[in-house]
């Protein structure tokens, strides 16, 4: 059993190597190969953990309250997302967040191995400083910019400098806290531990990323004035300590609106932190309280935000991404994906774990500081949505808190023993040394069959997906892309890559014409199994409709912007793109009222002015158009490719 332990706790550290995996050869290259890598590693830890826990009572499973939190959620989210309006993404995810149940569902596994290895407390210390030097890495390879994918502004080989915000966030203060703890007193390791803090401060700060600069900020205030009046009670001493620390803040924030100081990025960064510079994220969060008062029980399934967004679009974000699939903060996101029993979950989650951390963490120095990374993290997820590596420090985090919450086996030095701990499931009177045997086997098969299907299918779909949007052969990227498909995994986001492909094929000079119809027709065919399957989804409508665009069915066109128009009627970009198809074929009256119909919902935005002045030009209002484009370009005739198409046409 030693080497099925070895090979448990070597694929446990080997999730930490996470952040490093990047791959061009893929879709998304800075999500599935991450994804891929973790299922794999976590897949062999659970199954051998599992083989650990059915032969040796101390590697089970024991009850805490954060345990049956995980649990609850994470059975609660597979109720919820049976009733998702996309079942099969709700369950599998796609490509670009690589999440779904089944994300959950190894992220909650991880959480499991994690805190039935890790139970002697050397070997946290072992995992806290793997941890660290892994960041150490990614954090320099971002500093030095030693390749494109490893720039700080560019979120290094996260591809997002969010997501290395947070990173970088997690291990400043993993950092104090190894120092606080006193996890080592040797020279190298005050070195290593100085070094790899100093990097992650420089780096979160050269993200740029306002959510992990926030929470750093509300984490250290919030944790030290809690505890601090937790050890010393409320005094005049207490309270003048933390109104000079508000200030403190208050001041910091001040001075970095000053002109002169906001040269300095560092201030620049701070003095973004403001209502206005958030107004749109608000108006997301209106948009998914509005989705969660219309579906409060069981929400709309993971990967159900796009539904959300579309349904109750609000005008004032055109100009923004056209396509949100998240609300851009955790809790909602979870509110919207499951109802308010998942929200309440979640939020206990981060209740259970602070409760965990305060009650029984031993050492204050070290106390604080872990209370401060979870407020940090509750308050950056505020402002973001979950990702891979994330989810996975938030799991390590529950774990940790796990094992502090069972405080009093928490410092075991044994790994095997035969002590009977209280255990969150029990085996019965199953006879192990007759029955282990068929039970490895059983597990080694079923780890195959993990494999298949949470591992291969997804990331072979990628790759071929990846190699077709590559292919400058149109007859190898079509193979590619029907191979992409024959893996039964992010059929729609193949369908829509195949539409996007007929798209720049039809602006081709050199390719023929029945080879762009061809490709068009084949894109639409896959495109429609997918309306079928999800018929309230604005965005496979419109994603049809520029298909039926590249071979000029204009009809087809039309009714799907007009279905997707059903499903979203507040959103102008729709409105804009019929009428551009009427104005084409020569239905100028349509091509207005549409235009102006866009404007109505928001006049404020020169774009959508530019069509409504030109629309009115078009059928003969030239004084009331020309009105319109006075008022926002400060002439009648700006620089705009429709309004000076609608000018020639009328000369």
């Known amino acids: 059993m030693k080497i099925v332990y070895a090979i448990t706790i070597t694929a446990v550290f080997g999730v930490l190597l996470t952040p490093l995996i990047v791959s061009d050869s893929l879709f998304f290259p800075f999500v599935v190969g991450k994804a891929a890598f973790f299922r794999i590693l976590i897949e062999i830890a659970f199954f051998g953990w599992l083989l650990l826990a059915l032969r040796e009572p101390s590697f089970r499973a024991r009850r805490s309250r954060i345990l049956t939190v995980f649990f609850l959620f994470v059975a609660w989210m597979f109720l919820a997302n049976i009733f998702a309006e996309n079942l099969i993404k709700a369950f599998w995810g796609n490509f670009e967040r690589m999440e779904g149940w089944v994300g959950l569902l190894h992220v909650f596994a991880f959480f499991v191995v994690v805190s039935a290895t890790l139970s002697a407390k050397r070997m946290w210390h072992y995992f806290w400083f793997a941890s660290l030097g892994v960041s150490a890495i990614v954090s320099l390879g971002s500093f030095f910019e030693v390749s494109a994918w490893m720039s700080v502004s560019g979120g290094g080989p996260f591809g997002n400098p969010t997501y290395l915000g947070i990173y970088a966030l997690f291990h400043i203060f993993l950092g104090v806290y190894a120092f606080s703890d006193r996890l080592n007193r040797s020279r190298p390791a005050t070195i290593f531990l100085s070094a790899s803090l100093l990097l992650n401060i420089v780096t979160l700060f050269g993200t740029q990323t306002r959510g992990a600069l926030l929470g750093l900020i509300i984490g250290v205030f919030i944790a030290i004035s809690i505890v601090w009046i937790a050890r010393y009670g409320i005094s005049r001493e207490t309270v003048v300590l933390i109104g000079a620390g508000a200030m403190l803040v208050i001041g910091i924030f001040t001075v970095s609106r000053l002109s002169e100081f906001r040269k300095y990025p560092v201030f620049s960064d701070i003095a973004s932190i403001s209502l206005e510079e958030g107004k749109t994220r608000f108006t997301i969060w209106r948009m998914a309280l509005e989705g969660v008062k219309e579906r409060p029980v069981f929400g709309w399934g993971q990967e159900g935000f796009n539904y959300v967004f579309n349904k109750y679009y609000e005008p004032s974000l055109f100009g923004q991404e056209e396509w949100f699939d998240r609300a851009h903060n955790s809790f909602l996101d979870w509110m919207v994906a499951g109802g308010l029993a998942a929200g309440a979950l979640f939020v206990s989650l981060f209740w259970f774990l602070f409760r965990a951390v305060w009650l029984y963490e031993d050492a204050v120095i070290a106390g604080v500081v872990m209370i401060g990374l979870v407020v940090a993290f509750a308050v950056h997820s505020l402002f973001v949505f979950d990702n891979v590596v994330s989810s996975i420090m938030f799991a390590t985090l529950l774990a940790y808190g ?250």
């Open 402 to 651: 796990h094992r502090v919450e069972l405080s009093k086996s928490f410092f075991e030095k044994k790994v095997f023993g035969n002590a009977e701990p209280r255990i969150f499931w029990k085996i019965g009177n199953l006879s192990m040394a007759r029955n282990f045997g068929i039970i490895a086997g059983a597990a080694i098969v079923l780890f195959l069959v993990a494999i298949f299907f949470f591992v291969h299918r997804p990331f072979g779909a990628a790759l071929e997906l990846g190699r077709a949007l590559r292919s400058a052969d149109v007859d190898i990227a079509l193979s590619h892309f029907n191979r992409a498909l024959k893996y039964n995994f992010g059929r729609q986001e193949i369908s829509e890559q195949m539409i996007l492909f007929s798209s720049r094929l039809a602006a081709s000079v050199g390719v023929q014409d029945f080879i762009k119809v061809r490709v068009a027709q084949m894109a639409v065919v896959e495109m429609s199994k997918q309306v079928a399957k999800i018929p309230n989804d604005a965005r496979a409508y419109v994603m049809r409709s520029i298909a039926y665009g590249v071979y000029i069915d204009t009809r087809n066109a039309l009714l799907d912007l007009e279905k997707a128009r059903q499903l979203s009627p507040r959103k102008q970009r729709l409105l804009l793109e019929q009428g551009k198809i009427a104005y084409a074929i020569g239905d100028q009256q349509a091509a207005a009222r549409l235009f102006e119909q866009a404007y109505i919902l928001d006049g404020s935005f020169n774009e959508i002015a530019a069509y409504a002045g030109a629309g009115l030009i078009a059928i003969g209002r030239i004084s009331q158009g020309q009105a319109v484009l006075q008022k926002h370009f400060s002439t009648p005739f700006p620089d705009h490719p429709f309004v000076q198409r609608v000018y020639k046409d009328i000369k």
